[in-house]
């Protein structure tokens, strides 16, 4: 004898026989639940990439090559690769500047399509020394100075199981990986000044000379400075451009400028996105509400049959809600699973596209953000049924008979 | 007194002029008792059965059933009034749709399943169903020696909760679709039954908890010749078993099972000779 019907089993009963009815509310729900998890992930993601890019800029102003702007900043940014250099000790010249509380240099080169990796890397070199942006990160992974022919690699860099990289040709020691920022930085090794001769002197080897020999030793592509309390960076920077007409030609970038424009496009970016779950999520309440109402009249007679036979108000509506919480549920556990199939593999093609700093929240987050969104959906669901729950459970159940009739 | 009527009426407004559905209507029911009322459509006779029941509240007067005014209670005392006391067979198919047979049987027995069931009618003593097989109170007369006589009338006891017995259920629900052999369809939904089957369904549900008074508006509506006689016969034995039977109908058919025959016209309830 298979079992009978139990009183708690009833919601779940008048789904599966309902299934039209059932699929429509819970793809109605599943598709809310894509875009409100799928969108906070997004926001989320973003929001972190952001910080993390505020984190890594510890300048208030990078001295650049004329015209090489515009490299620099995807650099900060999330960009290809490049090389770009002075020809000339720019730093010491630099320095002489009024309101530098720190400075120091870094030399960028682009490397070629390394064996190892599916896209150049950026070779960033810096001076152990002098260094106020890179070395404290580093030091979060490494605590010892950085050895020539050393290397510290970004999080999406390829390190060989031995723990080396094969660029030009030559292997090259990895003493430690960095996590991910969620900019172009995770694309990048950084090696000591020391060092950058010996890339130079491998790349010649291997294929064409990423700069000429005699500027190994002394490039900078960028000098950074981190100006003291009470100078403003714009005001350092004329300071710079007076100081000799060699530096009237300079370029300027300033890092904080950077992260303020990338948070208005993020802002507007979250704003946008904000807009579109809201609007989405009215439309779908609005469906829902038509198909719960839809089914009012069909309803009237059941829930009318379940009075007679001696069912409380409270039975009825207990019933409803928990059809919208089962339906809530089904279709928030489809939709954040469809969001994480959409959001979490395609995480590295979603942030190059959108062409701002992505970096994936920790699991944490995720699952409370998962478990938010089942929330909404279930509520949204509930909110929905509420409308019948109340109709349906008036006291005269006779006239709802009749009604329904 | 299980049932007692004391003034009742119900007004209605139609196209903006009051009248009265149910008009100052007295009645007294005790145990045991078979009332029929007859009278022609939109006379008011669904509308006092559904007051009787609490399904309407009325616009004056009172309904008392077994030493409980039906205006007096709350929700749930009057859905328990409803689902232990009373058996509601309604005039139009009020099976769910998406409950099997069996299951709409046995649905109201979930209600309230804490509670215990020595209300239900039926005398004490009990003998074997052969058809469904269960132990089944066997009526104290002559209904059981008419073969054409169901004799599940008295049903089983199931005194322990729902949830610690289950079976006990399944087992009084398939009983009951037997003696209106219906059991056959215990497992069809009800779009697959015909009128008639599903009128037969409707009585074994509100037949379920064994309740005191056992309300039927046109229980034979939508039934043959044969399927009446099935059916009026159990209200008799109902009656003779206990339990109080307040029976609407336009069924002539169906009179000479009553004890009492009364008329409502225009709202107004009459005496009417009976069989």
């Given at each position: 004898m298979s079992p009978h019907i139990s009183l708690a089993g009833l919601p779940l009963e008048n789904l599966r026989r309902k299934p039209f009815r059932t699929a429509s509310l819970i793809t109605v729900v599943a598709i809310l639940s894509v875009a409100f998890f799928g969108g906070s992930m997004l926001a989320m993601n973003l929001n972190k990439g952001l910080t993390s890019m505020e984190e890594r800029l510890g300048a208030d102003l990078m001295v650049v090559p004329q015209t090489t702007?515009?490299?620099?900043?995807?650099?900060?940014?999330?960009?290809?690769?490049?090389?770009?250099?002075?020809?000339?000790?720019?730093?010491?010249?630099?320095?002489?500047?009024?309101?530098?509380?720190?400075?120091?240099?870094?030399?960028?080169?682009?490397?070629?399509?390394?064996?190892?990796?599916?896209?150049?890397?950026?070779?960033?070199?810096?001076?152990?020394?002098?260094?106020?942006?890179?070395?404290?990160?580093?030091?979060?992974?490494?605590?010892?100075?950085?050895?020539?022919?050393?290397?510290?690699?970004?999080?999406?860099?390829?390190?060989?199981?031995?723990?080396?990289?094969?660029?030009?040709?030559?292997?090259?020691?990895?003493?430690?990986?960095?996590?991910?920022?969620?900019?172009?930085?995770?694309?990048?090794?950084?090696?000591?000044?020391?060092?950058?001769?010996?890339?130079?002197?491998?790349?010649?080897?291997?294929?064409?000379?990423?700069?000429?020999?005699?500027?190994?030793?002394?490039?900078?592509?960028?000098?950074?400075?981190?100006?003291?309390?009470?100078?403003?960076?714009?005001?350092?920077?004329?300071?710079?451009?007076?100081?000799?007409?060699?530096?009237?030609?300079?370029?300027f970038v300033y890092p904080g400028g950077v992260t303020a424009s990338t948070k208005t496009s993020l802002n507007t970016m979250l704003s946008y996105m904000l807009v579109f779950v809201v609007v989405l999520w009215v439309m779908g309440l609005i469906v829902m509400l038509a198909v719960f109402s839809s089914s009012v009249n069909e309803r009237k007679k059941e829930f009318a049959s379940l009075r007679i036979m001696g069912a409380t108000r409270g039975m009825l509506i207990s019933i409803v809600i928990r059809e919208a919480l089962i339906t809530g549920l089904a279709g928030g556990v489809i939709g954040v699973a469809a969001a994480s199939l959409i959001v979490f593999p395609f995480s590295g093609y979603i942030g190059k596209q959108m062409q701002l700093p992505y970096l994936q929240v920790g699991i944490g987050s995720i699952l409370g953000m998962a478990l938010v969104a089942l929330v909404f959906a279930v509520l949204t669901a509930a909110v929905a049924s509420l409308f019948v729950a109340f109709r349906l459970g008036r006291p005269e159940a006779y006239l709802t008979l009749r009604e329904g009739e | 007194m299980l049932l007692e009527i004391k003034d009742l009426t119900r007004e209605f407004i139609r196209r903006g002029v009051p009248f009265a559905a149910v008009d100052h209507v007295n009645l007294s029911m005790d145990a045991g008792e078979f009332i029929a009322i007859v009278g022609r459509s939109g006379n008011g006779k669904s509308t006092l059965l559904n007051m009787v029941s609490g399904l309407l509240r009325p616009t004056s007067g009172a309904v008392t059933i077994d030493g409980q005014s039906v205006a007096d209670l709350d929700d749930k005392a009057l859905s328990r009034l409803r689902n232990r006391t009373i058996g509601f067979v309604t005039q139009s198919q009020t099976l769910l749709p998406n409950l099997t047979a069996l299951d709409n049987v046995i649905l109201p027995a979930l209600f309230f399943p804490d509670d215990s069931d020595g209300q239900a009618a039926g005398g004490p003593v009990e003998s074997e169903n052969e058809n469904a097989g269960v132990k089944s109170a066997e009526p104290a007369e002559t209904p059981a020696d008419d073969p054409d006589m169901p004799d599940v009338i008295a049903p089983v006891r199931v005194s322990e909760p729902t949830a610690a017995r289950p079976d006990a259920l399944s087992t009084r629900a398939h009983a009951l679709l037997a003696d209106l052999q219906v059991d056959d369809l215990a497992d069809s939904y009800p779009k697959e039954l015909s009128g008639g089957e599903m009128r037969r369904v409707s009585i074994a549900r509100a037949l379920m908890n064994r309740p005191k008074l056992l309300i039927a508006d046109e229980p034979t509506g939508d039934l043959d010749a044969e399927s009446t006689l099935i059916v009026m016969r159990l209200l008799r034995s109902l009656a003779d078993h206990g339990t109080a039977v307040l029976m609407v109908t336009h069924d002539a058919d169906a009179l000479p099972y009553a004890d009492r025959v009364l008329t409502l016209d225009a709202g107004r309830l009459a005496d009417r000779p009976s069989r």
């Open positions: 702007e515009s490299k620099a900043e995807a650099l900060l940014t999330d960009g290809t690769p490049n090389t770009f250099y002075f020809t000339n000790d720019i730093e010491s010249k630099v320095a002489k500047a009024d309101g530098i509380a720190q400075i120091t240099s870094q030399t960028y080169i682009s490397s070629l399509a390394a064996a190892c990796c599916a896209e150049k890397l950026q070779i960033i070199g810096f001076d152990p020394q002098t260094d106020f942006v890179i070395e404290p990160w580093v030091a979060s992974q490494y605590d010892k100075t950085l050895g020539d022919g050393e290397m510290v690699a970004g999080a999406n860099v390829n390190v060989s199981t031995d723990g080396t990289i094969e660029l030009y040709g030559k292997t090259w020691p990895v003493v430690a990986q960095l996590a991910s920022t969620g900019t172009s930085l995770d694309n990048s090794v950084f090696v000591n000044k020391a060092t950058v001769p010996q890339m130079v002197a491998a790349s010649a080897k291997v294929a064409k000379r990423v700069m000429p020999q005699e500027y190994a030793s002394k490039a900078v592509s960028s000098v950074l400075i981190k100006v003291q309390d009470g100078y403003d960076a714009h005001t350092v920077a004329d300071n710079i451009a007076k100081l000799d007409p060699q530096l009237a030609s300079v370029g | -």
